[in-house]
């Protein structure tokens, strides 16, 4: 996980609406084995196998969050937007953590960061979906963080000070590309890519959850127009409505492990020295590497992104460098083209070439 950044899991997030869920799912189950009317086994049956499931995963998909700590404050996100900002100049930050049962069975952590403003008004903010590590690790980086803020803060007043001791401290990197310079540096805007997978992730699953019950119910209803509406096929019902569910879960499921794939994928530093490339914390010797592919500069094919692989002793390595279109919702990296002339040059030295990576 990227450093500074932390969000919340599916699988656990999905858990925990699940054990939630149970309780109208409960009460479903028990109209349809209770009641002998038609209509109302109906009306049970399609919110048991259809409406509480999507609400779930649409409940899902809004509880899961990200949270990122600068050097001056705390961020939370939803759906890749901000919706709050905590300044450490504000707030001072620490943990409660409380547990849930449900029907005595099921225990459930429910982890907050608690949140205490300059007049000592306490606010707990629900981490959905955090593991133990990643909650334990966002309140590191806060702690530390928020150290050195004060530790800047109290030694400089001076604005412009404060923000060069905050760049320092981040090791930010001014982009650039000269093969006159011994190290070439890269500055990828790897937050507004993943922002735009969490958009094209969240549309995916969001049309699964509406697209797949609806075709469920058209077919349904091509096989039963004419059929006699009774109890027993109405309980014969539930079966179908479970391997929907069941679907529905399956296809957002991979939908979410390719969105974490490429998020993985998505580099933030690459330097480039006259016998190195090192993206991110990983360091490639020019004479370890066997090949190096990229999507050509000029490649116009419907292929959605840019991407460069590296092949080197006993591994292989790919990232994704922005979209290849630069139509509305996908981001096109202005300096790619620099980067791939930086790259083929590194290999030049080599006596090889970068390789069109088109498929």
């Excluded at 995963?57 to 899961?64: A, D, G, V």
């Excluded at 509406?210 to 079966?239: H, K, M, N, Q, R």
Aim: charged residues 20%; aromatic residues 14%; neutral net charge.
């Amino acid at each position: 996980m990227e450093k500074g950044t932390y969000r919340s899991s599916f699988v656990k997030t999905f858990l925990w609406v699940l054990l939630i869920s149970l309780v109208p799912e409960s009460a479903c189950f028990g109209v349809i084995a209770t009641t002998r009317q038609s209509d109302q086994q109906s009306i049970a049956i399609v919110v048991a196998a259809v409406v509480i499931p999507v609400i779930s995963i649409l409940c899902t998909l809004f509880f899961m969050i990200t949270i990122r700590v600068s050097n001056r404050d705390v961020q939370f996100f939803r759906f890749g937007r901000s919706y709050r900002t905590l300044p450490f100049e504000k707030y001072t930050f620490s943990e409660y953590v409380y547990k849930l049962t449900i029907n005595s069975i099921f225990p459930i952590s429910i982890r907050n960061l608690r949140v205490t403003n300059s007049t000592g008004v306490i606010h707990d903010y629900l981490c959905y979906g955090f593991s133990v590590k990643t909650f334990d690790s966002l309140l590191d980086e806060i702690t530390e963080r928020n150290d050195y803020f004060w530790s800047v803060s109290g030694d400089r007043r001076d604005p412009a000070g404060l923000d060069s001791e905050f760049e320092s401290f981040e090791n930010n990197e001014i982009e650039s590309y000269n093969p006159a310079f011994r190290i070439n540096v890269f500055s990828f805007p790897r937050d507004t890519l993943h922002k735009i997978l969490v958009q094209h992730f969240i549309a995916a699953a969001v049309l699964s959850v509406l697209l797949i019950p609806i075709l469920a119910l058209v077919v349904g209803c091509v096989f039963l127009w004419d059929a006699i509406w009774t109890y027993e096929l109405f309980y014969s019902l539930i079966a179908p409505g479970g391997v929907v569910l069941i679907i529905i879960i399956i296809a957002v499921f991979f939908q979410w492990l390719l969105f974490r794939k490429r998020s993985k994928q998505i580099p933030r530093t690459i330097r480039i020295t006259d016998n190195t490339l090192q993206i991110d914390d990983r360091v490639f010797s020019i004479g370890d590497i066997h090949i190096i592919k990229m999507t050509p500069v000029n490649y116009v094919e419907h292929r959605a992104y840019r991407k460069l692989r590296i092949e080197s002793a006993g591994q292989s390595i790919e990232y994704i460098l922005g979209h290849i279109g630069n139509q509305r919702g996908f981001f096109r990296y202005p300096q790619y083209e620099s980067l791939y002339t930086a790259i083929d040059d590194l290999m030049l030295k080599a006596g090889k070439n970068v390789v069109a990576y088109t498929f």
